[in-house]
């Protein structure tokens, strides 16, 4: 195979697994007329349309699907045989694609950062901000971190953190002004910070839980978002109650800057994991950058 072929091949199988030349190029680190490019001379070369092209997607045609499946595999071992070779390196190099909520990007990944590069700078790491579920495999990720409960069972998971709570708060201002809510049912009568998932989703309904029993509920109130450090800081600013992460919003609580509030109604649930595909053997960057979120011991 000459290298212009294995170029061309590995620039179909990246925008037939993403099904988009834009999100396959910045995997590639290529602009998207240049592998548009690529794509049509191979398809040219062949003498066979390899990609349905319309103006909103791009899929394999039957012909495309059929190579896509044969060179997939082949790819991958391509890369094994690569990782395999890297653990004989005297440190730890090479390109590490994380998936991270924001949450879990402020909380984890940004701390790490300056150390980590200094200890290991034969690595490139990028860190993809998604609040998304993201499926890391279909998208190229060597790695995500999400909380437990989302997690798909074939996954290997490492903890991040202990279980974790939601916390309802609000500034002492505005409960002196609007009152303390007793119940999840006193939430009716207050402004309440609305959180909406990612990509026009639902608006998140409160969850609680008290005496086994589980339950969720529909609040309302003058502000919805889809970040929560923007919540946080409307909190933070009176304009009602927010439901949060003990993570985010424990710190100012303890600083006197939040009440929290309904505290028995709120459960716990599983916590942070970073997670990855199983392979036969670890990228030696996705360990060095496992043991620098765990941190010593």
């Given amino acids: 195979m000459r290298g212009s072929d294995y170029a061309e091949l590995k620039a179909f199988a990246a925008v037939a697994e993403a099904e988009s030349f834009s999100r396959a190029a910045g995997h590639l680190g290529v602009s998207p007329s240049a592998l548009s490019q690529t794509l049509r001379g191979l398809e ?178 003058p502000l919805v978002v889809n970040d929560t450090e923007l919540m946080l800081q409307a909190a933070l600013d009176g304009v009602g109650i927010a439901y949060l992460l003990d993570r985010q919003a424990g710190p100012d609580v303890a600083a006197g800057r939040l009440l929290r509030v309904l505290q028995n109604w709120s459960p716990r649930f599983p916590g942070f994991y970073l997670y990855h595909p199983g392979r036969r053997q670890m990228p030696p960057a996705l360990r060095a950058f496992i043991d620098a979120l765990r941190g010593p011991g």
């Fill in 44 to 221: 040219e070369r062949l003498g066979v349309r390899l990609l349905n092209r319309t103006t909103r997607s791009v899929t394999p045609t039957e012909a495309g699907e059929r190579l896509f499946a044969r060179i997939k595999p082949l790819f991958g071992e391509f890369d094994a045989a690569v990782e395999e070779v890297n653990r004989f390196r005297d440190a730890p190099a090479g390109r590490l694609r994380i998936n991270v909520p924001r949450v879990a990007a402020a909380q984890f990944i940004a701390p790490m950062l300056g150390a980590f590069h200094r200890l290991h700078p034969g690595i490139t790491l990028e860190v993809v901000v998604d609040d998304t579920i993201t499926d890391i495999v279909a998208g190229r990720f060597d790695a995500g971190i999400r909380l437990g409960e989302t997690l798909e069972r074939d996954m290997v998971a490492v903890p991040l953190t202990g279980a974790l709570e939601l916390m309802a708060v609000a500034t002492p201002g505005y409960l002196a002004e609007h009152g303390v809510p007793e119940t999840p049912a006193d939430l009716h009568r207050h402004r309440c910070i609305r959180f909406r998932w990612p990509g026009g989703g639902d608006l998140y309904r409160w969850e609680f839980a008290r005496d086994g029993r589980e339950f969720a509920v529909a609040v309302d109130g």
